[in-house]
């Protein structure tokens, strides 16, 4: 891939647990763009969309008696020295901090996901845009 070049994909989909699915699918399709992306970058990135993609499923709407019309956009993106993906949905806005993620306790059953994105990946973002949440997920290229 030359210095410069972008290549990205976006698509859309319904939030709904088949969605995960879909996620995973359009990802394996997506890496054939540029081979030279390592397994462990590829694992890192599906990792971390994975888990945002289940968390989005589980909590985004978990308010709506009504579902239709809630929508997932992934938006990908890899260049020389990244892999990136841009989630949003139109769902409830998500009241956390960043910051204070953490792996919960061993017993814990739930609360996993995303402290595992965020030791994943090299980036996540989270932001409120135009009535939608917008998640970022960054990882660095490395050499395999």
């Known amino acids: 891939m030359a210095e410069a070049e972008v290549v990205s994909e976006t698509f859309e989909a319904p939030v709904e647990p088949e969605s995960l699915d879909l996620v995973q699918d359009r990802l394996a399709a997506f890496w054939a763009h540029d081979e030279s992306v390592s397994p462990a970058d590829r694992l890192r990135l599906e990792l971390a969309v994975v888990e945002v993609v289940a968390n989005i499923v ?4 978990a308010l ?16 020389a020295d990244r892999v990136e993906a841009v989630l949003s949905d139109n769902g409830v ?3 956390l901090d960043l910051g204070a993620v953490t792996m919960p306790d061993a017993d814990a059953t739930s609360g996993r ?18 009535g939608c949440n917008q998640w970022r997920l960054v990882c660095r290229r490395t050499a395999d």
Not at 58 to 61: G, K, S, T, Y
């Open 113 to 130: 996901g995303l402290a595992l994105a965020v030791a994943a990946v090299d980036e996540v973002g989270y932001d409120r845009v135009d």
């Open 64 to 79: 709506d008696a009504d579902r239709r019309g809630r929508m997932l956009t992934v938006e990908l993106s890899m260049s």
């Open 58 to 61: 589980e909590h985004a709407f």
């Open 93 to 95: 806005p998500a009241s």
